[in-house]
C-alpha cells in the first residue's frame, strides 16, 4: 500500500493516521518521543504492509512485472495502487476523495510540529506538493513514475509501468479489489493487535 491507502486505513484517526503515513520515514530512535496513538498507527502500518506483501493478489501483480521490472516491481504496484482506490474510491467510502485528501493535509499539519529529520521532510513535503491528488489522473501517475526513475540508481523503467498498467487495466483492477477487500475487512483484527500498546 502507498500513502493515500494508508492514510484511508487508519479510520480518521489524526493520531494514527499521522503514524501510519511516517512510518516508513520515522528513525527508531524517534519512536519514543511521539505518542503512544502515533506509535500504534507505524505498527498498524506495518502489519497492514506485511499483510499486503503476503496476499496472493499482490504477489500475482508483482509476479507479472518481474520480468520488466525485476526487484522494483513490488514498489511499482503499490503506487499503482493508489491510482486504483482512487478510481474506486466510491466503492470504499461515502465521503468524496476531495474531503478527505483536505482533511489529511489537515491533521498532518497539525501533527509536523512534533516530527522531526526525514518523516518532518515527508509530511511537509506531502503538504507542500498535494501529492494525494496526483495518483488521480493516468497523467499524474505518469509524473509519479518520472520522479521514482530519477531516485533510483538502476535502470526500472517505473514510466513505463503506466503503459502495463493500462494495458491490462482490468486485470489489475480485479488484484486491486481483492486485495484491499480483503486488508478493508482485516483491518479491524490488526488494529486490535497494536491496540494494547501501553494498557
Partial sequence: MNYLAHLFLSFRDPD????????????????????QTIQKGILLHRKIDAYTDRHHAFLKATQSLRDKHGKYAPVIVDIWNDHLLCHFWHHYSNESIEQFENYSY???????????????????????HKYLKVYQTKDGLVDVMNRMDKRTRFPSQFELSVMHLYEDFDKYADLFRMLFSDIVKELPKMYEQVESIGD
Fill in 106 to 128: 489537515h491533521v498532518l499539519h497539525q501533527n509536523v510540529g512534533i516530527l522531526r529529520g526525514s518523516a518532518k521532510k515527508h509530511v511537509q513535503n506531502l503538504i507542500t
Fill in 16 to 35: 494514527i493516521m499521522t503514524g501510519n503515513f511516517i512510518a516508513d520515514n520515522i528513525a527508531l530512535s524517534e519512536i519514543d518521543t511521539l505518542t
